[in-house]
């Protein structure tokens, strides 16, 4: 075994020995300088002063111990290890020379004389103690990297800067220049958005400025990261200052909120994660408080239709996470989904009774079958056609799904006694411009007619685009960057409200809770995010520069796609619900017994029906739809021109 190995395999007992040697030779030092004159005492030095220096080489060997002084890497210089080494020195020499008054009151030498040799002893010893550290292991950390070629990645320190000078960045700055940290950073700028802490200094980092400076100081200092070290501030200002610091390049970490900062006491390095675009919103993340919902659960059969989509296994990922329900029972066409969600919650909760069938919603005999079986009591129908552009090539099959879908799945519930039923709907569905928004707006109609003959509650949640569903723009990009670009953005301006799934989903739950009949939710979304600002700051969080590494290209808005969605029909109004973040919509006034007789009539004839007759009978139950579809509006025109042809 070489030096290096040695050492480090066995370096608490290297330091021991180590210090062994570096009080014998302090002993015989001190000895030499205080006692060479005087040959008469060399009986009293031998029969007095070992045995102070067995007490003091126990009572050093204990405080070491206690203060963990060789649980320490010294390779490296750290100036608070060797703070802890002076420290320990001085407490174990004062406890042992403490513990030595016989020695003070011989009568063959002074207190003065004994006092002043265990000054010099001392000094001798912890100038050896000090050296001996410095050089071996310095000889060591030379012997690893010049010969074994060991640790060459770990001379380089990343250069830090960090957002905030208040309590959080120094207790930080303190964890980053302990031992197991100091090698890899080097925090060199602090910014602070108080003006008065500009060019003042934090533990020896200055303050160079505020937010307005990152870009510039970022670039002056070469910073490899940036840590944002604010937990207080506001997801406002945290979002702003985050997209400044996205644009500099440099690898983004943050620190989670300040109640979580606070639980960890002496372990703040620990708790950094990258920022994602979650960091981007702009606002807090919602976390409402459940319990009501999971008392109404509780003791009950939950059925979920698309229990295996984004939304419906995040609903039946929450309610098995509460424990609360008999059975939760899993329904959806694609086995995949759903072959996926039941592995998780097995996995994760193995005592949940889960079922999951396949069946398609459009098969209402499947559904009795389902419900004579397991007599359901909360129903979440998650199920649903919801791509824009492809229902607007397939008009039939989003009425078939999404329209009888929704149809057979209520009237299922409603012969069966089921006492809930919550329909998850889209901000598509408000003067929608497409086929997709405006079968959901048909959807809500029929939850709401349902509700006016039912002893079921029937309700339906309308909220806008969810972060990293199926589908959405998140994963798209996420691809479309690993492939080195383009990303498409349909148009420059197009701006979308975005909720993480598992906020929309807690939200549902607690709309579904608050339900009396008939209402449609509308969940508060908060500030809209514009795309091209999500695309470019994805390209950012990813390491490349937009328009430069990664290229932005527009294709044009898509057949019925809007520049920006609405979460209400302006007839509607609001009114508030016992959350802030959860509204409920006035319905609009509309003939349930026409639409229930024009939906009959459809189902007769749309087999065999064209497209465009199907998208002027959902035209005709939703005045509000005004299709933006080019392949419709061709179609259209040629059938008016052959009409005119005709007469």
């Known amino acids: ?254 620190l989670p909120s300040i109640t979580a900062v606070g639980e960890a006491a002496g372990d703040m390095a620990s708790k950094l994660r990258k920022v994602d675009y979650t960091d981007l919103l702009g606002r807090e993340q919602i976390s409402p408080d459940l319990t009501r919902v999971f008392d109404l659960l509780r003791g009950h059969t939950v059925f979920v239709s698309g229990g295996g989509g984004s939304i419906g296994s995040e609903l039946v990922r929450q309610v098995a996470k509460s424990g609360v329900a008999k059975r939760i029972i899993i329904f959806d066409i694609a086995e995949n989904g759903a072959y996926e969600i039941q592995q998780e919650i097995r996995r994760t909760y193995p005592d949940v009774d889960l079922k999951v069938l396949i069946g398609s919603i459009r098969d209402e005999k499947r559904l009795c079958e389902i419900f004579e079986e397991y007599k359901p009591s909360f129903v979440y129908h998650a199920a649903a056609h919801k791509h824009v552009p492809l229902m607007e090539d397939s008009p039939k099959e989003a009425v078939k799904n999404n329209v009888f879908g929704t149809y057979n799945l209520a009237k299922t519930a409603d012969k069966y006694g089921v006492k809930r039923f919550v329909m998850i709907s889209t901000d598509k569905a408000v003067n929608p411009t497409n086929v997709m928004g405006a079968t959901k707006r048909i959807c809500e109609m029929i939850v709401q007619s349902f509700n006016k003959i039912s002893e079921t509650d029937f309700v339906a949640v309308r909220f806008g685009n969810v972060l990293g569903s199926n589908g959405s723009v998140i994963p798209l990009f996420k691809e479309q960057i690993e492939n080195g670009g383009p990303v498409t953005v349909t148009h420059p301006d197009i701006i979308r409200y975005f909720m993480l799934i598992p906020e929309a989903v807690s939200l549902v739950l607690q709309a579904g809770a608050y339900a009396e009949g008939g209402e449609i939710f509308i969940l508060d979304m908060g500030s809209p995010v514009k795309i091209r600002e999500l695309a470019e700051n994805l390209i950012r969080l990813s390491g490349h520069v937009p328009g430069e590494d990664i290229e932005i290209k527009y294709t044009g808005l898509r057949d019925g796609e809007k520049l920006y969605e609405e979460l209400l029909i302006s007839e509607e109004g609001i009114q508030k619900t016992q959350n802030d973040l959860i509204y409920i919509a006035r319905p609009m006034e509309f003939d349930s017994d026409h639409l229930f007789k024009r939906l009959a009539e459809v189902k007769e004839v749309i087999e065999t029906a064209p497209n465009e007759d199907i998208v002027e009978v959902v035209k005709e139950l939703v005045p509000t739809f005004v299709p933006n579809n080019v392949a419709y509006n061709k179609d259209m025109s040629e059938k008016k021109n052959k009409e005119e042809a005709c007469v």
């Open 1 to 254: 075994m070489n030096f290096g190995n040695l050492v480090k395999k066995h370096f608490k007992a290297f330091l021991f020995v180590a210090d062994l040697l570096a009080m014998a030779i302090a002993i015989f030092v001190a000895a030499t300088l205080k006692f060479d004159a005087a040959i008469r005492y060399q009986n009293w030095f031998t029969e007095y002063l070992w045995a102070f220096v067995l007490i003091d080489l126990g009572v050093t060997t204990l405080i070491f111990f206690i203060r963990k002084i060789y649980n320490r890497m010294w390779q490296y210089f750290v100036a608070w290890d060797y703070a802890c080494l002076f420290g320990a020195f001085a407490v174990s020499k004062t406890i042992a020379t403490a513990l030595c008054p016989f020695i003070y009151l011989t009568e063959t030498y002074s207190t003065r004389g004994f006092l002043t040799w265990v000054a010099l002893f001392s000094i001798i010893e912890l100038l050896l103690m000090t050296v001996s550290r410095a050089s071996i292991f310095g000889c060591y950390r030379v012997w690893s990297i010049k010969v074994l070629g060991h640790g060459n990645k770990e001379i380089h320190q990343k250069k830090v800067m960090i957002i905030g000078a208040g309590n959080a960045a120094r207790r930080l700055i303190e964890e980053l220049r302990g031992r197991k940290n100091s090698t890899r950073y080097k925090v060199v700028a602090l910014i602070d958005d108080n003006k008065n802490k500009k060019n003042e200094y934090l533990d020896g980092i200055k303050v160079y400025g505020d937010r307005n400076d990152i870009v510039r100081y970022a670039a002056e200092l070469d910073v490899d990261e940036i840590f944002f070290a604010v937990p207080s501030a506001g997801e406002k200002d945290r979002k702003e200052i985050l997209e400044i610091c996205n644009k500099t390049g440099c690898v983004l970490k943050t």
